[in-house]
């Protein structure tokens, strides 16, 4: 088995300062500790964009400081709200293509892993143009009959709230185009931008996303009469993704939850008197 640690949108401003009321590095770093903690075994932490808000150096030099405490390997991807040549000035050494764009590959035992850019200067909607689409064919191509796994920050599909529809994948058509001849060898699409749980299936193809770790989009259908994007504070989480021959198995876990944890059957005692006597902590 292989296993993956999904994290998304972690929006790291300058140190000290809040964003929407949270200190982001501070949450990214209790992220780490609780992977270090519980899964330090994993193959690759895959960061899914919006490392930054406002694509700041120091923002980034943050992010290097509280990644360099993660035990696994770290592959962090680019947003909306990131800027490239600040972000290669921090982390050279991430996965880089022919064209500069932070794109990239990596095998695992269960397939190819494939790190797409989706972001572009001046928009919070995403960018796939044909220098990148170009990449991606052969990639694509390449792979042959390997199994894939493609990371990108925007979805390539609607999700039905409007205004992050808006600010949505703008060539979701030829993305589309380019993958469909592949559908029988894609096992899986992750991406982030949606700070939202989500789950489903585009073109036959699973997806998956979640809560990022900082703030988080409320779910509101209505939200196309609403001005801006309907944030949140519900609760921070992370994804591991277990890849096992052909099934991937994905859990969301939210790191923060202080809720009490406790048996669901009785020990020492009958489990229904348990179950009915059991009293909550304060």
């Known amino acids: ?118 972001n572009q200067p001046g928009t919070h909607a995403g960018w796939y143009c044909e220098q990148r689409q170009d990449w991606l064919r052969r990639q694509l191509a390449a792979a042959g009959d390997k199994p894939l796994f493609v990371f990108m920050h925007h979805p390539p599909f609607e999700i039905g709230i409007g205004p992050m529809d808006r600010i949505g994948l703008i060539q979701r058509e030829q993305v589309a185009a380019l993958m469909r001849p592949h559908r029988q060898n894609l096992r899986h699409v992750f991406f982030g931008h949606v700070h939202r749980p989500i789950v489903g299936s585009w073109m036959g193809v699973p997806f998956s996303t979640m809560r990022a770790t900082n703030h988080q989009v409320w779910l509101d259908f209505r939200a196309e009469q609403l001005a801006a994007v309907p944030g949140s504070h519900e609760p921070p989480a992370y994804a591991v993704v277990c890849l096992r021959g052909e099934d991937v198995v994905i859990h969301f876990h939210d790191y923060l939850d202080d809720s009490r944890k406790f048996p669901l059957g009785g020990q020492t005692q009958d489990e229904r008197e348990y179950a009915y006597t059991f009293e909550p902590a304060e």
């Open 1 to 118: 088995m292989t296993k993956l640690i999904h994290i998304t949108d972690t929006h790291l401003v300058e140190p000290g300062r809040l964003l929407y009321g949270f200190n982001p590095q501070a949450r990214l770093a209790a992220a780490v500790d609780d992977i270090n903690q519980n899964h330090a075994d994993a193959a690759l932490v895959v960061i899914t964009g919006d490392l930054t808000h406002w694509g700041e150096g120091v923002a980034y030099e943050a992010l290097r400081e509280v990644l360099d405490d993660l035990i696994p390997p770290c592959i962090p991807l680019l947003g909306n709200h990131d800027d490239r040549p600040t972000f290669r000035g921090v982390f050279p050494n991430a996965p880089v293509d022919e064209n500069g764009f932070i794109q990239g590959r990596h095998d695992v035992a269960e397939g190819r892993l494939l790190f797409l850019d989706t």
